[in-house]
């Protein structure tokens, strides 16, 4: 119900001794792959731009592409907390303020030259809309495609309303690839190799079975990872690797970290007083306040879903190098975004049970709809409907003017003082009984 | 040690202090302004509830601090968040609660709560200060009266004014606007009174209207935010002349669990 004074030392403060090897290994990926990026030479490798959820990325690898998410490229500008000078350029510019945060720091960004601190920032050679559910994202890509005078393939990915995707889904799907091949070759110059395809796909389905391996590592009591916080640096190469061997390589090395925490008992936390699933898009700008915010409740995030953004591995999915075009497109069926309210309950749902989860919080974030609304409503279903404690709570993934730590902090407080009290009634009517 | 304990409860506009003695009568309470040294402000409400109660600070045993500012009451040993201490306060002084509604200076909570006074869910307005204490400060200097004139003023309203902005800045220039076309200041509090019972009881749905529902935080003082509850309600709503002190009675509440359990 409450906390000792004694326990507030040093609050914002996070302990990461848990974190050793892997991390140090993701941070030289991150540094390697931004300044792979800089066109010191030219001709450049071609770069496109992609969207992380249901992306071509295996496709234009196969033609020598590089391939830039501009949703990543926000989320790290947040993280260094250099997002909102490019939002302020963005809304001097003429975008609103209830524009998605992506958006407005890449456009931002973009117009002000595209340097960033950890490295500058390509142009497009060819713009992919891989994610077409939502319809500011649209619009992004056609701003950009303007400003660039870059090609756009607009990918058209039906909403998916059942669990498994639809032959004639497939289909569609599978017809529009192959223009983006055709267009691939037109533009290159080369013809489509379905070997180097093949070979790359093959890569991808090995960091997709080691991810899944350190996802379900939260399975364990207590979890040797944070899903949701840990999982944020992890999520890089799974998301903008996929397809290189380093990718495959990386998860390896952090599987081996997380073998050797359970071996030696270094774990996120000394003592895992609650399992925690989280769901929502994170407050990049205040990640580790909000992290903090959890530790000091010993609350650890044992499963979470936004690292599934950039595909539902653990449920089941692979990239196939024997059935290549079906298999991309069934990922880009099956990104987390575009599963309908039912079916992302049902994936919730099944974590709770998986994971031994005794809480959820949800964060939603003020500047993404297609992420966030239904959120309340899954908040009353995961508490009426499964009788799971749920807190709600709101922010911004990329605006710190929404993130207002006192009161997110008292809301979390409250949350944790509620589930304490809870455990202390039950601890008293088992002692009563026994 | 005595079983005497001290809640403080540091809120956005006022610091509550309460004094309970052994047997969970209130022996003294106070209640002033929060200033730039909420330290001090803290202090100066235990102080306060001493003298009131007459006794020194070695005659307490356990202090714990709530509110936007708890962690700055130093000489305390326990702090718990207003959620839990509005709960508890509430449930203490009307055991049948299980809805609480906390309108404060700049907050708006609905806490749903069991038997024991424990929370089983809330929600708080977002990050605005619309329907709050302080939406009615605004209203009421736009109106040139004191904040403690509005409520009663609010209940001689022969037809109230419907106030339509969801923001403290527009409702402001929407009170203005009335003034000038020449409406009755007291049909338009009754309006702005009757707006911040439209935009609680969105709060309260979304975890659940269940009676007995008690009222607390400052505004509980103002009656004609009472009567506007009542009526946007259907059903009336717990009040007591100690309405604003319940987060810091919580608190006190709280303490004393913590000093028992300490004992046993």
Redesign the interface.
């Known amino acids: 119900m409450s906390e000792a004074v004694s326990t507030l030392a040093n609050p914002g403060e996070v302990p990461s001794a848990f974190l050793r090897d892997a991390r140090g290994l993701q941070r030289k990926l991150v540094e390697e792959y931004y300044s792979g990026l800089a066109p010191s030479e030219k001709p450049h490798r071609p770069v496109a731009y992609m969207l992380v959820g249901g992306n071509l990325a295996e496709i234009v690898r196969a033609f020598g592409y590089d391939v830039v998410f501009p949703e990543i490229v926000a989320l790290n500008c947040a993280i260094k907390h250099q997002s909102l000078d490019n939002i302020l350029h963005a809304e001097s510019m003429g975008y609103g303020l209830d524009v998605c945060g992506y958006v407005k720091n890449d456009l931002g960004l973009q117009d002000l030259g595209g340097k960033t601190s950890f490295g500058q920032i390509p142009r497009p050679d060819l713009l992919v809309c891989s994610f077409s559910g939502c319809y500011i994202y649209v619009k992004w890509w056609e701003a950009l495609a303007e400003s660039y005078g870059a090609p756009l393939f607009m990918f058209d990915v039906p909403y998916m309303r059942e669990e498994a995707p639809r032959k004639e889904d497939v289909d569609y799907l599978v017809s529009q690839l192959w223009e983006l091949v055709h267009l691939l070759e037109k533009r290159t110059g080369r013809a489509f190799d379905m070997d180097e395809l093949k070979r790359i796909l093959a890569e991808s389905r090995r960091a997709e079975d080691g991810w899944v391996e350190f996802l379900r590592a939260g399975r364990l009591r207590p979890s040797p990872i944070e899903a949701y916080f840990e999982s944020i640096f992890y999520m890089f190469p799974i998301n903008v690797l996929r397809g290189t061997r380093e990718a495959a390589d990386f998860y390896g090395v952090v599987n081996e970290e997380v073998r050797a925490r359970v071996r030696e008992g270094n774990l996120p936390l000394p003592e895992e007083k609650y399992r925690v699933l989280v769901e929502g898009v994170p407050p990049y700008t205040n990640y580790r306040t909000f992290w903090d915010f959890f530790r000091k409740w010993g609350a650890v995030s044992v499963v979470a879903t936004y690292p599934k953004v950039g595909g539902l591995f653990d449920r089941g999915f692979r990239h196939d190098p024997a059935r290549p075009f079906e298999s991309i497109a069934e990922y880009s069926l099956g990104a987390y975004v575009n599963q309908s309210w039912p079916l992302r309950r049902q994936i919730i749902a099944d974590y709770v049970k998986e994971y031994q989860v005794d809480a959820a919080i949800i964060h939603g974030i003020k500047s993404c709809r297609s992420f966030t609304a239904g959120q309340g409503d899954l908040r009353d279903w995961l508490i009426h409907e499964q009788g799971l404690p749920t807190l709600y709570i709101e922010s911004d993934h990329q605006d710190p003017r929404y993130f207002s730590p006192a009161q997110i902090k008292n809301r979390m407080d409250a949350f944790f003082e509620s589930l304490e009290q809870r455990r202390a009634v039950a601890a008293t009517a088992r002692a009563a009984s026994a | 040690m005595s079983g005497i304990v001290a809640g403080v409860d540091i809120g956005s506009t006022t610091a509550k202090c309460v004094v309970l003695g052994d047997d969970s009568r209130i022996l003294g309470k106070s209640l002033g302004a929060v200033g730039i040294d909420i330290v001090k402000d803290a202090e100066r409400a235990l102080e306060a509830a001493l003298a009131d109660a007459h006794l020194s600070r070695s005659e307490v045993s356990f202090v ?2 709530t509110g ?1 500012g708890r ?1 700055k009451v ?1 000489f ?9 201490c509005h709960a508890r306060g509430a449930n203490f002084l009307f055991p049948g609660t299980r809805l609480v509604v906390d309108i404060g200076g700049q907050d708006t909570k609905a806490i749903r709560t069991n038997e ?1 006074g ?5 929600a ?1 307005n ?2 605005c200060a619309a329907g709050t204490g302080r939406f009615l400060d605004v209203c009421a200097n736009a109106l040139g009266y004191d904040v403690s004139e509005i409520g009663p003023l609010s209940l001689q309203a022969r037809r109230a004014v419907k106030v339509t902005s969801t923001c403290t800045v527009f409702a402001e220039s929407e009170v203005t606007s009335y003034v000038s076309r020449g409406k009755d200041p007291k049909d338009i509090l009754a309006g702005l009174h009757a707006s911040i019972a439209m935009r609680t009881l969105s709060l309260m749905q979304r975890v659940g209207v269940e009676p007995e529902i008690t009222f607390t935080g400052g505004v509980s003082q103002n009656q004609g935010m009472v009567r506007a509850l009542h009526q946007r309600l259907g059903a009336p709503v717990n009040v007591s002349p100690l309405s604003q002190y319940l987060g810091a009675l919580g608190a006190a509440l ?1 303490g004393r ?2 000093l028992s359990a300490g004992a046993s």
């Open positions: 714990t601090g936007y962690y130093y305390g040993q326990l702090v718990v968040t207003e959620i839990s024991r424990e929370v089983v869910d809330f708080m977002d990050k709280h669990e913590r």
